[in-house]
């Protein structure tokens, strides 16, 4: 009987050993081969050496689609990469900055991730880019935010409250930062108001815009990025003439020209002061 008993403890023994080594085993393998959230590999010409470094942010991406488009045939995640890419390109190819994209593919990526990647290569400006969508199907044209605490307009405050809420939690800063970084945020603000005042002069005549286009309100991606920032809004999917616009390379490459255009002024006039 006591030979018994200490067989069943020792094959006790091994069976929870086992036990453990099979669950931390399953525990490791929902761990590796996970890709980084994101990167920081910069793209520039062999001219663009030391130059100013440009964040293009493709809104939305992975789990979250973003807007639907009237046809139904395309969304916006897949709409603001195309964007992202070509602006890249023609950045690139002009060789006055550098580029850094917070995705280059379908991924997810949260709000505090995206504004991370301005911050860790202290970046020269931040563009995130959307699609909008509205109730109204006659609503087109492209439009400009810059941050503000206060709401230029219920839209932009509506704008603001979903676009802050589909990138998840803010992660980042304590009450003690925020109110540290201050000065540094107003600053900021008006660097911001600035740069979406060059975007639409350069945009306009070109690219269809909204009346007012630029806007501003308190978003999230945009206050955590640490450097100037807008969200530059391209059009509506939920407008079938900006739709087939969106979706018209010809037409999209207007667009990216403006952008790369205004990008270019930007830095320019900060590197006078």
Known sequence: MAITAVALLLAGGIFALASRSSDAAAQASLTVNVPPPVNDRIYAGPSAKGRPIVI??????GRDPGAGSVSGQIREKELT???????RD??????????AMTRDDDRYLTLEDRAAVARRLNAAMFLSLHVDSAPNPLARGASVYSLSDVASDAEAARLAARENASGGGSGGASAID???ADLAMRTQMTASADLAARLVNKAAGRVELRPNPHRFAAF?????ADT???????????????ELMLREPAQRAKMVLALAQAIEADVAAHARR
């Open 56 to 61: 293009i942010d493709a809104g939305h991406g």
């Open 228 to 242: 100037p920032a807008v969200l530059f809004e391209a059009g509506y999917l939920s407008n079938a003439d900006d």
């Open 178 to 180: 925020a109110m540290l």
């Open 81 to 87: 990469l195309v964007l992202a890419q070509a602006l």
């Open 90 to 99: 023609e950045l690139v190819k002009r060789g006055r900055v550098r580029v």
């Open 220 to 224: 999230h991606v945009l206050r955590r």
